[in-house]
């Protein structure tokens, strides 16, 4: 039975992923066998390793359209587990404006990645965290479905914790493929008490009971990644 001491176990053992290049065959297959592709704490990268989301959280990217102006996508996070999960949706950025972070891959710049996820506390920082998320708490067989619109000029978003002064423009002739990546944490009698006073949580919440004691939500975070789409 899965369990909060499950979902420690599974995220003490996994640092990596590997981000796959679905067909569409290959697509029915993989998530009929895998619930979930996930990594840890860094940007999606091209690992060796297939991990398994203790919560069966399923991300699939579909791009809607693509023109010189804009791409636009949904994203779609299915729970095929037996158990609710919680989902991070809806950022609130630091600028004030709200939607999945963007940025390229530091390893494989080709690399668009989209963010609906808690960010670590950078490791010096004069500001208070200003961004916010939503959590969706997802039942079993459910489906939360995210749009992200990127429109010209094109830039990523600023960082949740504002280190930079601007945002950075990028060429989109260089971006040839796109991933997105999904917050997934366990659907927790211990988290839920963390957020009884909390409308839209930062990932700094610390949990105050049961196994997940002492953890920060961002800590009890799994990243799911999705299918790469190819543009």
């Not at 959280?57 to 994203?75: D, M, N, P, T, W």
């Not at 366990?186 to 008490?193: I, R």
Request: hydrophobic share 40%; with cysteine; glycine share 6%.
């Amino acid at each position: 039975m899965w369990s909060s001491e499950h979902w420690l176990d599974e995220k003490g053992q996994h640092n990596g992923c590997m981000i796959t290049r679905f067909t569409p065959t290959l697509l029915l297959i993989a998530f009929t066998a895998l619930p979930s592709v996930m990594h840890g704490n860094n940007a999606a990268d091209s690992g060796n390793i297939v991990h398994q989301s203790a919560g069966g959280a399923v991300v699939e990217l579909v791009l809607l359209e693509r023109s010189s102006k804009q791409l636009k996508f949904q994203v779609k996070t299915k729970n095929t587990g037996q158990r609710a999960v919680l989902i991070v949706s809806d950022p609130a950025r630091v600028d004030g404006d709200r939607g999945a972070y963007l940025s390229l891959n530091e390893q494989n710049p080709g690399l668009l990645e989209i963010a609906f996820a808690f960010f670590p506390l950078p490791a010096y920082t004069i500001y208070a965290p200003k961004h916010r998320v939503t959590l969706v708490r997802l039942d079993s067989g459910a489906t939360q479905v995210d749009e992200v619109v990127w429109q010209a000029p094109f830039k990523d978003t600023k960082p949740p914790w504002g280190e930079w002064n601007d945002t950075k423009s990028v060429n989109l002739e260089n971006v040839r493929e796109v991933v997105a990546k999904v917050g997934v944490l366990p659907d927790d009698p211990a988290v839920h008490a963390t957020l009884v006073n909390v409308t839209a949580p930062h990932g700094l919440e610390k949990v105050e009971s049961g196994p997940l004691k002492g953890k920060v939500l961002y800590e009890i975070q799994t990243l799911v990644c999705s299918n790469v789409v190819k543009l």
